[in-house]
């Protein structure tokens, strides 16, 4: 007979396994749409501060726009506790990066390939991170703007856009975009695009931040509402004339 107080039995090692596992398997909390552009002097990037837990929107003050390093601003769309852990490896890489103390600071093309790898190596593992990511940034005067998807996906442009910015905003950034636009001008612009993606996207609050890094460094606007207007026909009967609509 054995010993009531004897060694208790080896746990089965595959479900402890799967039970110590912890990784994302779809989203829970997700956020929406970033924008950034390239303007006269720097970069712009603007997100909305909605987290959508499924189709509810239940945070509205989920900041997506951080500071990396000296150079650089990242926006991040898609799973918020991802985009806590990007930015804990980013933490660790400005880290590491400031301990050679040679003088020198990752840019923000150097962030963004980093952030490429990153994603390619997680999706190769089956275990990605639900996010898609727009990064940006100044160092010696060279203006950086790029994208990365959840899957490793990315591109270099004069402006970007991540979820339905690709299909509502992209539009418009290349009809009204130019090289030479003022940091006003570039703010109208963005705006422009936030409130055509609060009208069309059902995942965006009226609610956003718009971040601006130069050479002389980074700035996060406070969050500030648009000024909208929800009196357009569209709005009022949007199932006038469809055939077999409810």
């Known amino acids: 007979m054995l010993d009531s107080a004897g060694p208790a039995p080896a746990k089965n090692s595959l479900l402890s396994s799967e039970a110590d596992s912890q990784r994302t398997l ?38 997506r726009i951080k ?51 990153v994603m390619y190596n997680r ?25 990365v998807s959840m899957i490793g996906v990315h591109y270099e442009d004069n402006h970007v856009a991540t979820g339905f910015g690709n299909h509502l905003a992209r539009p418009i950034l290349r009809d009204e975009w130019h090289e030479n636009l003022t940091f006003e001008d570039g703010v109208k612009l963005l705006e422009k695009c936030m409130r055509v993606l609060l009208y069309r996207d059902t995942s965006a ?19 500030y509402a648009l000024k909208t207007n929800w009196n357009f026909s569209a709005f009022k009967n949007p199932t006038v004339g469809a055939e077999g609509s409810w």
């Open 67 to 117: 500071p990396v390093g000296k150079h650089s601003l990242i926006g991040a769309s898609g799973e918020i506790s991802d985009f806590q852990e990007i930015l804990r490896y980013l933490d660790e890489l400005v880290l590491s990066d400031n301990m050679w103390d040679d003088g020198n600071s990752l840019g923000p093309k150097e962030v963004h390939n980093y952030l490429t790898r």
């Open 26 to 63: 779809y989203p829970y909390v997700t956020g929406t749409s970033v924008v950034g552009i390239k303007y006269k002097d720097g970069i712009l990037i603007a997100a909305d501060m909605g987290g959508s837990y499924g189709s509810t929107i239940r945070y509205k003050s989920v900041e």
């Open 205 to 223: 609050v009226n609610k956003l931040q718009i971040a601006k890094i130069t050479e002389e460094g980074v700035t996060i606007s406070q969050p």
């Open 123 to 147: 999706r190769n593992k089956f275990n990605p991170l639900w996010n898609s990511l727009v990064l940006g940034g100044v160092k010696n005067g060279q203006k950086y703007l790029g994208m």
